[in-house]
């Protein structure tokens, strides 16, 4: 198991820019993928980005050329540098550990940070 902490979130007008964070309590070197997630009210969770152990990125149509997924194993951190922010960005943003490749269901979650973005 793994802890994860998220940071970052914040309210931002429409056009604007924000950059989460997700802290890990040990190494995820070796973990198979990292992933940010996000739900908004009524919605399900869906995948926002993820990247693999290897560097691979995979992103969600919806952010693709204004979101940017990355990994700093030496600081255990993963970060979502996300740009142009629209209001349908407006959700509670997780990070999921996923270790072996099993899926996010098998992994290791955070408590959320709130994203909120103003017309």
């Known amino acids: 198991q793994v802890q994860l902490v998220e940071s970052g979130g914040g309210l931002v007008q429409a056009g604007g820019s924000l950059r989460l964070s997700c802290a890990a309590s040990?190494?995820?070197?070796?973990?198979?993928?990292m992933g940010w997630y996000r739900q908004a009210p009524g919605k399900q969770r869906e995948l926002v980005a993820a990247?693999?152990?290897?560097?691979?990125?995979n992103y969600a149509d919806s952010v693709k050329g204004r979101f940017t997924i990355s990994r700093d194993n030496a600081k255990n951190t993963v970060y979502l540098q996300m740009n142009s922010l629209k209001p349908e960005d407006t959700a509670v943003y997780y990070c999921?550990?996923?270790?072996?490749?099993?899926?996010?269901?098998?992994?290791?979650w955070g408590q959320g940070t709130q994203v909120t973005v103003s017309s």
């Open positions: 999921n550990a996923d270790a072996h490749g099993l899926g996010p269901h098998f992994g290791s």
């Open positions: 040990r190494s995820i070197f070796s973990f198979n993928t």
């Open positions: 990247i693999t152990s290897g560097g691979t990125t």
